[in-house]
Nanobody, 125 residues
């Protein structure tokens, strides 16, 4: 069983930065940890992922270059640093975990087994 709690969302001006945190409880050695987002009226979309065991990272092409995902073993946490934010980045951001032993991180939200409650990110123009 894995439990996830996000924090760090808020209101930021366009061009600003935010760092989202995901506190993780449970054993995650063979897990991929992902960040997804969902804007009103839109599908939940992949943002970034990191494999816990190797720290291999994966990013959505649309946001590549503006994101850094990382994980901290000591603090049992996953982070998403977002820079140069745009109004279209406004969404609820979710942390997710998928037991995924091999291969690249899944990019479809239905592959993930555990979810946090989400944190709102609002970017003003």
């Amino acid at each position: 069983q894995v439990q996830l709690v996000e924090s760090g969302g808020g209101l930021v001006q366009a061009g600003g930065s935010l760092r989202l945190s995901c506190a993780v409880s449970g054993r995650t050695n063979n897990y991929v940890m992902g960040w997804f987002r969902q804007a009103p009226g839109k599908e939940r979309e992949f943002v970034a992922a990191v494999r816990w065991s190797s720290s291999s990272t994966y990013y959505a092409d649309s946001m590549k270059g503006r994101l850094t995902i990382s994980r901290d073993n000591a603090k049992n946490a996953v982070y998403l640093q977002m820079n140069s934010l745009k109004p279209e980045d406004t969404a609820v951001y979710y942390c997710a975990a998928d037991l995924h032993l091999f291969g690249p991180a899944p990019r479809t939200w239905t592959s993930y087994d555990y979810w946090g409650q989400g944190t709102q990110v609002t970017v003003s123009s």
